[in-house]
Every structure is written in C-alpha cells, then in structure tokens.
C-alpha cells in the first residue's frame, strides 16, 4: 500500500485557516460533506492536494497518494495564533480508493472517523486500518492513468499550477485570499494557460518518466507518468495546449502513437473564457 495522509483536525478556527491558505472555499462546508482542495505557492504552483472532510465539528484531511510529513510540517508553518490543533492519525488509518464503491460525490460517511469519501470530480476514498488496507497493485496505477487523475509526485508537483493538470475545479475564483490567488486569477483574466494534461501512449516499453516529450529537438510537453498496457504504454503528460498531434513527437528517443487532450474542468466561480 502507497503512503496516504489521515490528519485530523479539531477546533474553532480550522475551517477559517484552511479557507484562507487553500484554493477552495471551506468556510461553509457542512457536517457530513467533503472537497478537494490545493495548497499552492506563491507562483500558484502545486504543493499539496487534500481532501477535506467534516464530520461534526472535527475535519479530516485525506490523501491516497502521499504521506502526511509534507503536509503536516506545511500546516505547522501556517498555524499562529488559530485555535487549531492537528493530530497524525496515519500510522494506524490508511486511505486508498475504491472504484467500486457506491457514495455520493461531496460527502463523507462515518460517525467518530470517515470510512467513505468522496470529493466533487473525485474517485470514492475509504477509510479504515491500515492493516486492512490494499497493497498497490499495476491494474490501478493503469486504471488511475486511465482516468487522467493526477496524483502527488507526478503530476502534483510544484513544476505546474492546478489549470495545467486539470485541478480547476478545486480553485474558487470568488473566494478572496489565498496563497497563489493572484498567480491563479491573473492566469484566468489574461488567458495565460499555455500548457494542459493529456493521454500519451506509444508501441514497446513504457519511457521512464519524468522526461520532455520533444518535436524536432524542441520541447513541446513533459511526460509525468507511463506504464505498460499489454506490448504498448500509455501515460500522462502536460503538453503546449495547442498540441494536439502526435506526429514527429517522442518520448525518451521512442515516437508517441497517441496524444488526446483530457477533458478540461474549469474553476468555481467567475467564468473561464479559455478554449477547449
């Protein structure tokens, strides 16, 4: 089983911090209900992406692709004065996702910890022992490609900002302040985004990511995740957004057979005029 995060977070300013330092609105989340958020520099480039989730009055943040260290020690630097208090609860729960199960999107399920979870756009996450929990498997790696889910170390990296692997609609646009906000917004207003995520694959082994997908000795993407699929590979990539054939394109020295652009989701709030 991947390292995953179980933090849990209790008392009366947890929600305002993490409306504050955080890329979505938090302020109102509800008792029994879950969202995805990010946590970004200054430059709006990718740190940390969690699941937030509240049960009560104690909220939870869930991760299955990443252990808590990193994100704890970032908490710590953005408490002051709050009353906050966080407790590591990830050497005994575990969290990983299940494809299978059946729970509504933004809600979470549980009575004194969560057991099912599921953020808006997000595959459903359960929560129990770590013991119980699954060991990785290549079948989903290979499914989480599939989807074009991002994950930490990959395609969650501070290399790119949310827009550029398909994270915007964990940005609120309307939500005022937070740690990137006028990177992000000055992104949307002058239509900046030049690069998005996309499917790659190609015939043989799978190139060992990461490494720059290249068009006539020019730099035209970065791959950040490929496996092998029966005698070919498939993957994920960023790519120039106006990148849209994978004629003349390679990948470590081998030529890419496919290259489709994922889906685009678009931020909370104020309009996005961007194409696609």
């Not at 906050?84 to 399920?109: I, K, P």
């Not at 395609?155 to 964990?170: G, K, R, S």
């Amino acid at each position: 089983m991947a390292d995953s995060t179980v933090l849990k977070l209790e008392g009366r300013d947890v929600l305002d911090l993490l409306h504050r330092v955080t890329t979505n609105r938090l302020d109102d989340l509800a008792s029994g209900a879950a969202r995805g958020t990010l946590f970004c520099d200054f430059r709006g480039r990718l740190l940390h992406r969690a699941v937030v989730a509240r049960l009560g009055d104690t909220i939870w943040l869930l991760r299955d692709d990443a252990p808590a260290a990193p994100l704890l020690a970032h908490l710590d630097r953005q408490i002051f004065r709050e009353d906050v208090r966080v407790t590591d609860a990830s050497a005994t729960l575990a969290v990983w996702s299940d494809m299978d199960a059946t729970v509504s999107e933004g809600s979470v399920e549980g009575d004194d910890a969560p057991r099912m979870v599921r953020a808006p756009g997000d595959v459903p996450l359960r929560v129990g022992a770590a013991v119980d929990a699954p060991p990785a498997s290549i079948d989903g790696a290979r499914a989480r490609v599939r989807s074009g889910r991002p994950i930490h170390g990959h395609e969650i990296v501070d290399a790119f900002t949310p827009f550029e692997v398909n994270l915007a609609h964990e940005v609120h646009l309307d939500k005022g302040c937070y740690t990137g906000q006028e990177t992000l917004q000055r992104l949307v207003t002058y239509d900046s985004v030049r690069r998005r995520l996309a499917w790659v694959g190609g015939a043989g082994a799978p190139p060992e990511a990461p490494l720059d997908l290249e068009r006539e000795g020019n730099r035209v993407g970065r791959l950040t995740s490929a496996m092998a699929d029966g005698a070919a590979w498939i993957g994920l990539a960023v790519t120039a957004w106006d990148l849209a054939d994978p004629a003349d394109v390679t990948a470590g020295g081998g030529s890419l057979e496919r290259l489709e652009a994922v889906p685009l989701r678009r931020p909370i709030g104020r309009a996005w005029a961007v194409a696609g």
